[in-house]
């Protein structure tokens, strides 16, 4: 078995605005099962990072434990990471934004981890607007263990062994904006055409931005009767909306059909140009977006595309009224202001 | 990028699509292995290199000379087309050392002969002349001994080899080399008569032979008859081949001490480098064109001014310069070349002075014509308004039926892998024809397509891509290599040099076999290949299908390998521009739609030799 990637690559492969090519993003060689979806998510976050320039070392990567937070080892490699412990990404995520809110954050996790034994601190990242973009590689069974039913398996799903999976899933999406996350979506590993833009869109947005990404495990789930099978995720997909990012403020060119077209502008002036496929859903309404999701799910569809996006509250270090310097950048001088800002301190609380 | 999901496709699926590819045909595959398919004779390169790197050399050298007939030689000497061929030079810069290479399995072969025909060869009761002993008339007489012809080969020379023998100076090629190569051959039981020039092809004709190939090549060099002072200088002017085979059969024994070569060619510079072994001081090329465009190979121009030779160009000859009866040098013109907007060349002169340079002998290497005087025009042989004989360019017959031309004979001076892939096209032209069967009508080449697959994600060829840098030849001493003219310059790789060069082939003939009922469209294969060959997408005219590829397929000389229509409706296309045969997209397969398979090409011989070769002990 290869172990590692040739160092040739096509000689026209092209630049972007710092220089590099693609691989400057790419990680080692993917020790996963071959056809993991796992891998193809990993592939849209380089491109993704490539597409946009971004220096690779403002970017840091933190997981937990599976197959799914194995993969930060085979995505930018030049970039930071932390391999944390079961479902406990959030907490490492949460120190290092405190720490240095320049960064972009990628907390990757797989279902087993932010849905079983990670669900509390899923749920209070979500509540805290951490500024971050968390993916669950999302294939309804823990693939590290040997392909057990995890929390997101759907009810009636097959196991390859043939037992049926007899409880009630975990809709992350929907628990993610019952929750009030400011930025949530979901794709499918096998799409990249939504996923890259959808990524973009994620680390762009000022808050908690959520992917929920169906990505087949093709050893323990990729069975006929499964519901994260690559052939039934194809049968029963649905796109709320095709989805372009736009880096920078254009004059529009398109003409969409009237009423069909929505932008969303992000804090910092990019925008996310959308033509809706999918009527009666409103990305900025939250009850719009909570009813498609339950309609979509009676009628056994995957609603994927981006579903809801808020960019009016606040962000962690917004609430906390955060220097606006990042921590790990204030010097000794700023940190320990001499004794006679201490007794100004102290007056104030008299 | 089309948009993939299921129920979009078929709403933007333009009417005009590729076929998919027809990888049955033989020539498809063939053409990813691009050394072997700009190889005249089609040598199996990438397999005979894995032999190689296993120090199977003797195997290796088996698997050359069932090709190309001489390996010894061409691994010193070919003109190597296949090396800017080489798909290493569109991923870095230097092709593999193929040539080289080939020359480290004849180095280090063992007992070849137990593996070659062995006689006395079963006659089929029929006979053949070949006319000329060059490397054209050898390669038939390799092919044909087996089947049972008797043959009888004509030269006027005292062995064996052509111009291999008379022209390739021995610095370069020694003679013991080319000798156990033409002997190879000969040992088959040909009937040789030497020193004997053919005077009249009609009196062949009338020698009771099935078939008579002409392998003359192309002996005569062009003069500058009409330059002023040619003739009173005649003495110290002298034809480069003429000289070069008088140098070789030792009649030639030293040369002045200023000469001046006229050409740019590889004549020109074995002529130059003759020159500096046999006395020869101050020699000086001088050549019409601009250096970078000289006719001679890049490896050959070094060589030359590595051996203190100048390289005079852009200079154009006006007259042989006497003095007293004696020549004293030459007089030229200065020129710049000049470009019009298609690019052709135009030599337009300088306005500065003519140039005088001092020589006391002149070998002029401008070029080589064919002649033959010796074929009669009334015996069904028709020549073409330049004087050469009209011969079919697939059968080789010419428009006498009997009659069948290769070589440099055929289609004027080429080098010695086109004589040996003319030879083998000619011999089967000879065999069907002596069958009485149709000369059109050829054999299909022999291919085979194995799976390379040796449990999971283990190939059984080497897949990992080295970065190395092509490693230089090592040469003799300056010192030494001048002094004796049959002191080979270069040294060949030693064996450890040799394997680390073998690690720099990719393996072209390992490859990639698609099976669209087997893939789930997981994409892995796509994400993994490094060279970013391999992209799904919506079928399209073929202009359109290779702009919308991840890297788009510039090089049109690559073909594109489409798949039929998936299950999303769209359908994979690999550009095979660059593919490294890594192996990668196959080992993350999920399904095994990919596999890398070897797939072997030997072109149609009349032998037909069967390969690959039985396994020998080493
Ligand atoms: C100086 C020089 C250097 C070269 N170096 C290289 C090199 O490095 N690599 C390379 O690949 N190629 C090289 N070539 C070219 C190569 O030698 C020829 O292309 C090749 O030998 C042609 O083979 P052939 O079988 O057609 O004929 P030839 O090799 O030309 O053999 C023809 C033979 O026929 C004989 N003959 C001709 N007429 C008659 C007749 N009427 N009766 C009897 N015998 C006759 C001749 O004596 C000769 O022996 C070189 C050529 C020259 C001139
Ligand atoms: C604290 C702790 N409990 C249990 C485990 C065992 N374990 C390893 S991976 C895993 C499940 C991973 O599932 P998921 O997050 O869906 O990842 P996948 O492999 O499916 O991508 C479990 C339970 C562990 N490593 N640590
Ligand atoms: S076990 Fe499943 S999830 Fe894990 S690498 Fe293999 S395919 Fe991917
Ligand atoms: S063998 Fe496969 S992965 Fe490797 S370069 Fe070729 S197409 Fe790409
Ligand atoms: S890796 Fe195999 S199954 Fe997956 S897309 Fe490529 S060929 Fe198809
Ligand atoms: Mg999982």
């Known amino acids: 078995m290869s172990y590692l990637k040739p160092l040739f690559r096509h000689p026209k492969l092209p630049k972007n605005k710092l220089g590099y090519t693609q691989k400057e993003y790419e990680g080692s060689l993917s020790t996963l099962c071959a056809g993991c979806g796992h891998d193809s998510i990993s592939a849209a976050i380089v491109q993704a990072c490539f597409e946009m320039s971004v220096e690779p070392h403002k970017v840091a990567k933190i997981s937990g434990i599976g197959c799914s937070s194995k993969t930060p080892t085979y995505f930018l490699g030049n970039s930071h990471g932390f391999n944390s412990v079961h479902g406990r990404m959030p907490s490492v995520a949460t120190g290092a934004s405190m720490a240095n809110k320049d960064m972009v954050y990628f907390g990757v996790s797989g279902d087993g981890d932010s849905a079983s034994i990670g669900m509390g601190q899923f749920v209070h990242v ?182 809801y996006v808020n960019t009016e509250w606040k962000d962690l270090h917004g609430t906390l009224s955060t220097c606006s310097t990042p921590l790990n950048k204030l010097k000794e001088a700023e940190l320990c202001p001499g004794t006679e800002a201490l007794k100004e301190i102290n007056a104030g609380y008299r | ?268 510079m074995d002529c130059c480098r003759t020159s500096r072994r046999l006395g020869g001081k101050e020699v000086k090329v001088v050549v019409r064109s601009p250096f970078d465009e000289m006719k001679a190979s890049p490896w050959e121009k070094e060589d030359a001014l590595h051996e203190d030779i100048n390289i005079i160009d852009n200079h154009v000859p006006l007259s042989f310069e006497v003095k007293d009866g004696k020549l004293i040098g030459m007089k030229f013109q200065k020129v710049k070349p000049v470009y019009d907007e298609n690019g052709k060349r135009q030599l337009l002169p300088t306005e500065e002075d003519d140039v005088f340079i001092e020589a006391d002998e002149v070998l002029i290497a401008i070029g080589q014509e064919n002649s033959f005087p010796w074929i009669e025009r009334n015996i069904g042989l028709e020549f073409d308004q330049w004087g050469m004989p009209v011969v079919d360019e697939t059968t080789f017959q010419s428009t006498n039926p009997k009659v069948f031309f290769g070589g440099d004979s055929a289609f004027g001076p080429k080098n010695v892998i086109t004589a040996v892939a003319h030879g083998h096209h000619a011999a089967v032209s000879i065999h069907l024809f002596c069958e009485g069967l149709d000369v059109y009508d050829r054999p299909s080449p022999y291919t085979n397509l194995v799976s390379q697959k040796m449990g999971i994600h283990e190939w059984s060829y080497d897949s990992s891509v080295a970065i190395d840098q092509r490693y230089i030849v090592p040469q003799a001493k300056k010192s030494q290599t001048l002094k004796d003219r049959k002191k080979e310059v270069e040294l060949g790789f030693d064996i450890a040099t040799a394997y680390k060069e073998t690690q720099r082939c990719l393996n072209c003939d390992a490859q990639t076999v698609f099976t669209e009922d087997r893939c789930i469209e997981c994409d892995a294969c796509m994400d993994v290949c490094p060279t970013s060959c391999i992209t799904f997408t919506v079928n399209a005219e073929e202009p359109e299908l290779r702009q919308n590829l991840l890297v788009p397929a510039e090089n049109l000389t690559q073909d594109l390998l489409v798949s039929k229509e998936l299950k999303t409706g769209r359908v994979m296309v690999k550009d095979e521009d660059v593919c490294l045969h890594c192996g990668l997209c196959a080992e993350r397969c999920p399904t095994s739609a990919w596999d890398m398979q070897k797939f072997l090409y030997n072109t149609t011989k009349a032998n037909q030799m069967i390969t690959p070769l039985p396994l020998i002990e080493k």
């Open chain 2, 1 to 268: 990028m089309p948009f993939f999901i299921k129920n979009q496709v078929s709403d933007i699926k333009p009417i005009l699509t590729m076929k998919p590819t027809n990888t049955k045909d033989p020539e498809y595959y063939h053409k990813v292995v691009d050394c072997q398919y700009a190889c005249p004779a089609h040598t199996p390169v990438p397999e005979y290199i894995r032999l190689i790197a296993a120090e199977r050399f003797t195997e290796a050298y088996m698997v050359n000379w069932e090709s190309n007939v001489f390996p010894g030689v061409l691994g010193r000497t070919c003109d190597r087309p296949c090396e800017p061929a080489c798909r290493r030079v569109r991923v870095e810069e230097e092709p593999v050392a193929i040539c080289r290479l080939k020359r480290v399995a004849a180095d280090n072969k063992g007992d070849v002969k137990q593996h070659m025909p062995q006689g006395p060869l079963p006659s089929n009761g029929k006979k053949i002349a070949l006319i000329g002993g060059g490397p054209a008339s050898l390669t038939v007489a390799r092919d044909l001994a087996p089947l049972g012809y008797e043959i009888h080969l004509f030269d006027e020379q005292k062995a064996g080899g052509g111009m291999m023998r008379s022209q390739i100076p021995s610095f370069r090629l020694p003679e013991e080399v080319l000798n156990e190569e033409v002997n190879f051959i000969l040992d088959l039981g040909i009937h040789t008569q030497f020193l004997t020039y053919v005077k009249s092809l009609k009196d062949v004709l009338e020698g009771g032979y099935d078939a008579v190939f002409v392998g003359t090549g192309a002996p005569k060099g062009r003069d500058l008859p009409k330059l002023p002072g040619r003739k009173e200088a005649d003495k110290n002017i002298h034809i480069g081949i003429e000289w070069l085979a008088g140098v070789a059969f030792e009649h030639t024994k030293s040369i002045a001490q200023k000469v001046i070569v006229l050409g740019g060619g590889n004549t020109a």
């Open chain 1, 126 to 307: 979500i509540r805290r607007n951490l500024n971050m973009v968390y993916i669950v590689m999302n294939n309804g069974c823990y693939g590290l263990t040997k392909g057990q039913d995890s929390a997101t398996a759907d009810q009636g799903s097959r196991s390859k062994a043939g037992s049926v999976n007899p409880f009630q899933a975990i809709d992350l999406a929907s628990l993610a904006i019952e929750l009030g996350a400011t930025f949530v979506a979901q794709s499918f590993s096998g799409d990249k055409q939504q996923l890259v833009p959808l990524i973009k869109a994620a680390m762009h947005h000022k808050g908690f931005a959520f992917l929920n990404v169906i990505s087949p495990c093709v050893t323990f789930n990729n069975n006929p009767g499964s519901t994260k099978s690559y052939d039934y995720v194809r049968e029963h997909i649905e796109a709320t909306s095709t989805l372009d990012f736009v880096p920078e403020m254009p004059e529009i060119k398109t003409n969409y059909e009237k009423g069909k077209s929505t932008r969303v502008a992000m804090h910092d002036g990019t925008l996310i140009q959308l033509n809706k496929l999918a009527t009666d859903w409103n990305p900025e309404d939250r009850v719009s977006v909570a009813n498609a999701l339950q309609h979509a799910r009676t009628k056994n569809e995957i609603l994927t595309g981006l579903l």
